[in-house]
């Protein structure tokens, strides 16, 4: 588990506090927000889909290019570790994808970085029925 100082918390919370203005932009809010949640949580790279009024996954952002284009790559071919725990309601937590061809058989190939993949799925309380 990686420890926070309260320094640092402070700080983040300042910056997100600070996207409270009249020129506020989202999609750098987001861009923020994955990255910041990599080094909070000791993940080399974060990504951010969102699912719109009808359930679809759309990606909102991500703290790297190449998470960026896994992200956009899982959307657009329908499968994927993220997908399956938004899917299921359940984390993916160390996929590993060189093994991991018949479970996704599109997305598992794609990876520049061969390794594993963690996914988790949160709702928010107003998207719960």
Same mark, same amino acid.
């Given at each position: 588990?990686?420890?926070?100082?309260?320094?640092?918390?402070?700080?983040?919370?300042?910056?997100?506090?600070?996207?409270?203005?009249?020129?506020?932009? /989202?999609? #750098?809010?987001?861009?923020? !927000?994955?990255?910041?949640? &990599? @080094?909070?949580?000791?993940?080399?790279?974060?990504? %951010?889909? /969102?699912? #719109?009024?009808?359930?679809? !996954?759309?990606?909102?952002? &991500? @703290?790297?290019?190449?998470?960026?284009?896994?992200? %956009?790559?899982?959307?657009?071919?329908?499968?994927?570790?993220?997908?399956?725990?938004?899917?299921?309601?359940?984390?993916?937590?160390?996929?590993?994808?060189?093994?991991?061809?018949?479970?996704?058989?599109?997305?598992?190939?794609?990876?520049?970085?061969?390794?594993?993949?963690?996914?988790?799925?949160?709702?928010?309380?107003?998207?719960?029925?």
């Amino acid at each position: 588990m990686t420890t926070i100082s309260a320094q640092r918390l402070a700080n983040i919370f300042v910056e997100v506090a600070d996207t409270l203005v009249d020129e506020f932009d /989202l999609i #750098d809010f987001l861009h923020m !927000l994955t990255d910041r949640t &990599a @080094s909070l949580v000791g993940a080399s790279t974060v990504g %951010l889909l /969102l699912a #719109d009024p009808h359930g679809q !996954l759309q990606f909102m952002a &991500a @703290s790297d290019e190449n998470t960026k284009l896994l992200e %956009l790559f899982q959307v657009q071919n329908h499968e994927g570790p993220c997908l399956d725990a938004y899917n299921t309601a359940q984390p993916v937590i160390n996929a590993d994808l060189r093994e991991a061809e018949a479970r996704w058989p599109r997305f598992a190939p794609a990876p520049p970085r061969p390794g594993s993949a963690r996914c988790m799925r949160s709702r928010s309380a107003s998207a719960r029925t």
